[in-house]
Structure formats: structure tokens, C-alpha cells
């Protein structure tokens, strides 16, 4: 089966993950998501934290499988495909994780760590030539050679986490998933370490998904993005066009409480009440409509909002544009 076009990288259509839980229920954390993300896109996916977008992540590396749906990858349909045969997939589409101090091996020397993918990959063939790799890779993500036969323990987080970036890109993958790559570290780090990641994007062709809770990430690192709320995608397009325009009130409420790029430009608080509901009985309706300030009645309570194209690639789930 093919996707549509030829320069996407990742087509989802209708992706569920829903995870069983006691007495026959589930948690429904990806609940019927459809994106597109295209070759070289820095792609975000935001939201609170219980919103599914890491979920959705690891469904689209094929970390787990998803419920239902179909993922499709450079226009071929991966989503039965076994991953631990298709090593050149695995390569493909690499991960770099939120916590550098937990996904580095504490007792493995640095150009271990670097270099294992290409050990399980079977792509050097001596010590030599693992030495070698890691060094040209450490080199690439700003760290000099001193730091091959380190620790984990013996690096700041921010050369941690450059670490795992060069692990992740030894493989030369084509697309990365970015799960809160910078969350754990000082601002001042942070901004390295993403200006970091955008050369490598434009060095290597690569592609990024950069999950983050944190819209003001999400605003100067990302050109397209995805809102998700309760495992639904809420709104979806260039980012620009959404910090610009947010249609969806929970686009509405999340952007009025992150710090504005011009200071001048006053937007009122929407402060949101209410916990976010379970996904294992979410709301019915609109998954929203617990807190949503601009909701209509009973259509939202009762029907579930299609995603509608208001504007050129701008998609907005909401009654108020039905
Ligand atoms: Fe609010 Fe209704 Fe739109 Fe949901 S569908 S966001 S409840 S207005």
C-alpha cells in the first residue's frame, strides 16, 4: 500500500494506542490521529502531559504497536511489519530521550555508548574502527575527543544529552523523534543544545517529531506542529499560523499563558480549570468540554468534533467552526 506523496517521510492515518486496564477498560492514550510530516519538516507535537504525544511517538518508531491505524513510512505501510527484522527501518527512525542522566549506561565509556548501534547494526567490523566513528560523531555534536573514554557520570547534562544525539545520529538515520530533549536542562543549555539540533537538520537532512509540553520550544524551534489533548489531535498546521491565529480554545488558553516573543503584544490569561480527565473514561463529545470556556452546549457534550482545514493546512477540531 503507498502513501500520498512522495516527499512525506511519516503519514499517519486514524492511529489508536489504547492500553487495557482492570475490569475490561482501556486507556485510550492516541485515540484516531491522521498527520503528515514531511522530509526535513522540524514537526511539533505539544500538549500537557497525559495528552498522548509521547504515546504517539513511540507508536510511530514502532517502539509498541498501535491498536489500530496504519503508519506509513517513506510511503511504505510499516505498521505489522517485525522491527527486530527490519534492521534498516530500526536505523532509519532513532529516538534521543527527555532524561540524558537515564538513558546513558552509567558503567559504559562514552565511545561505547556512541558506538554500540553500530556493533548491532554490524556496520564496522574492529575496535578501530568504533573508535574512529564515535570521535568523527562527538566532533559533530561539539565535543572533542577527551571524552571518549569518560563516564556518563563524568559529563554536565548538556554534553549528556549530546551525547545521545551523536548516538542517535552514528546510525544516520532519516528521522528522529526529539521526546523533551532539553526539559532537563538549564535554559542557557537548552538553547545550545536546539540550535545544535537545527544544524544537524540542516547538515544531515534529517527530519525531527519534537515532542515538548512547552509552546515557547515549540514557537522558535518547529515549523509545522500538532496540538493533542485526551489523546486527540486538538489542532494541526504551520506554527507560525497558530501562534498567529490559534482557533481551538485549548490552543487558545495554553498560547495565553506562554511568554509572549514580542512583550509589547498583551494576550489575557485563560487559566484553565480542572484537572485534565482520565483517558480510561474520558468526557463524551468533545474531550474538552469539561474546560473549555467557549463551549456551545450539548453538541459539545455529545458529538466529537471533526478536524475541518479552516485555513490552507490550518486543522481545527471544534463545534465553534462546524
Ligand atoms: Fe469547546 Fe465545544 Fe470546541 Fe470542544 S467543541 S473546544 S467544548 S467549543
Same mark, same amino acid.
Request: proline share 5%; glycine share 8%; net charge positive.
Given at each position: 500500500?503507498?502513501?500520498?506523496?512522495?516527499?512525506?517521510?511519516?503519514? @499517519?492515518?486514524?492511529?489508536?494506542?489504547?492500553?487495557?486496564?482492570?475490569?475490561?477498560?482501556?486507556?485510550?492514550?492516541?485515540?484516531?490521529? &491522521?498527520?503528515?510530516?514531511?522530509?526535513?519538516?522540524? !514537526?511539533?507535537?505539544?500538549?500537557?502531559?497525559?495528552?498522548?504525544?509521547?504515546?504517539?511517538? %513511540?507508536?510511530?518508531?514502532?517502539?509498541?504497536?498501535?491498536?489500530?491505524? +496504519?503508519?506509513?513510512?517513506?510511503?511504505?505501510?510499516?505498521?505489522?511489519?517485525?522491527?527486530?527484522?527490519?534492521?534498516?527501518?530500526?536505523?532509519?527512525?532513532?529516538?534521543?530521550?527527555?532524561?540524558?542522566?537515564? &538513558?546513558? #549506561?552509567?558503567?559504559?565509556?562514552?565511545?561505547?555508548?556512541?558506538?554500540?548501534?553500530?556493533?548491532?547494526?554490524?556496520?564496522?567490523?574492529?575496535?578501530?574502527?568504533?573508535?574512529?566513528?564515535?570521535?568523527?560523531? @562527538?566532533?559533530?555534536?561539539?565535543?572533542?575527543?577527551?571524552?571518549?573514554? %569518560?563516564?556518563?557520570?563524568?559529563?554536565?547534562?548538556?554534553?549528556?544529552?549530546?551525547?545521545? +544525539?551523536?548516538?542517535?545520529?552514528?546510525?544516520?538515520?532519516?528521522?528522529?523523534?526529539?521526546?523533551?530533549? *532539553?526539559?532537563?536542562?538549564?535554559?542557557?543549555?537548552?538553547?545550545?543544545?536546539?540550535?545544535?539540533?537545527?544544524?544537524?537538520?540542516?547538515? @544531515?537532512?534529517?527530519?525531527?517529531? !519534537?515532542?515538548?509540553?512547552? @509552546?515557547?520550544?515549540?514557537?522558535?524551534?518547529?515549523?509545522?506542529?500538532?496540538?493533542?489533548?485526551?489523546?486527540?489531535?486538538?489542532?494541526?498546521?504551520?506554527?507560525?499560523?497558530?501562534?498567529?491565529?490559534?482557533?481551538?480554545?485549548?490552543?487558545?488558553?495554553?498560547? &495565553?499563558? *506562554?511568554?509572549?516573543?514580542?512583550?509589547?503584544?498583551?494576550?489575557?490569561?485563560?487559566?484553565?480549570?480542572?484537572?485534565?480527565?482520565?483517558?480510561?473514561?474520558?468526557?463524551?463529545? /468533545?474531550? !474538552?468540554?469539561?474546560? /473549555?470556556?467557549?463551549?456551545?452546549?450539548?453538541? /459539545?457534550?455529545?458529538?466529537?468534533?471533526?478536524?475541518?482545514?479552516?485555513?490552507?493546512? #490550518? !486543522?481545527?477540531? /471544534?463545534?465553534?467552526?462546524?
Amino acid at each position: 500500500m503507498k502513501g500520498k506523496k512522495v516527499d512525506e517521510i511519516i503519514r @499517519l492515518q486514524d492511529i489508536t494506542k489504547h492500553f487495557p486496564w482492570k475490569k475490561r477498560k482501556y486507556v485510550k492514550a492516541v485515540d484516531g490521529v &491522521s498527520l503528515s510530516i514531511n522530509k526535513r519538516d522540524i !514537526f511539533g507535537l505539544a500538549g500537557e502531559s497525559g495528552s498522548g504525544k509521547t504515546t504517539l511517538g %513511540r507508536v510511530i518508531l514502532r517502539l509498541i504497536d498501535p491498536t489500530s491505524g +496504519i503508519i506509513f513510512y517513506e510511503g511504505a505501510d510499516i505498521t505489522n511489519i517485525k522491527m527486530e527484522k527490519e534492521m534498516d527501518l530500526r536505523r532509519k527512525m532513532q529516538i534521543v530521550f527527555q532524561d540524558p542522566y537515564s &538513558s546513558l #549506561h552509567p558503567r559504559k565509556k562514552i565511545k561505547d555508548i556512541i558506538g554500540r548501534g553500530l556493533k548491532t547494526h554490524h556496520l564496522i567490523e574492529n575496535e578501530r574502527e568504533l573508535v574512529e566513528k564515535a570521535e568523527e560523531f @562527538l566532533n559533530l555534536v561539539g565535543m572533542g575527543v577527551e571524552h571518549l573514554y %569518560r563516564y556518563p557520570h563524568e559529563l554536565s547534562g548538556g554534553q549528556r544529552q549530546r551525547v545521545a +544525539i551523536a548516538r542517535a545520529l552514528i546510525l544516520n538515520p532519516g528521522f528522529v523523534v526529539l521526546d523533551e530533549p *532539553t526539559s532537563s536542562l538549564d535554559v542557557s543549555v537548552q538553547a545550545e543544545v536546539l540550535n545544535l539540533l537545527k544544524n544537524l537538520r540542516e547538515n @544531515l537532512d534529517l527530519t525531527y517529531l !519534537f515532542i515538548t509540553h512547552d @509552546l515557547s520550544l515549540a514557537r522558535v524551534f518547529t515549523e509545522k506542529m500538532a496540538v493533542m489533548y485526551l489523546g486527540k489531535m486538538t489542532e494541526y498546521g504551520d506554527t507560525e499560523d497558530i501562534f498567529k491565529n490559534p482557533m481551538h480554545p485549548y490552543t487558545k488558553a495554553l498560547l &495565553s499563558v *506562554t511568554p509572549q516573543l514580542d512583550p509589547k503584544r498583551k494576550t489575557k490569561k485563560i487559566i484553565l480549570k480542572g484537572e485534565i480527565p482520565s483517558p480510561i473514561d474520558p468526557p463524551v463529545g /468533545c474531550g !474538552f468540554h469539561t474546560r /473549555c470556556i467557549e463551549k456551545i452546549g450539548r453538541i /459539545c457534550e455529545e458529538g466529537f468534533p471533526q478536524s475541518k482545514e479552516m485555513e490552507k493546512g #490550518h !486543522f481545527v477540531a /471544534c463545534h465553534l467552526y462546524s
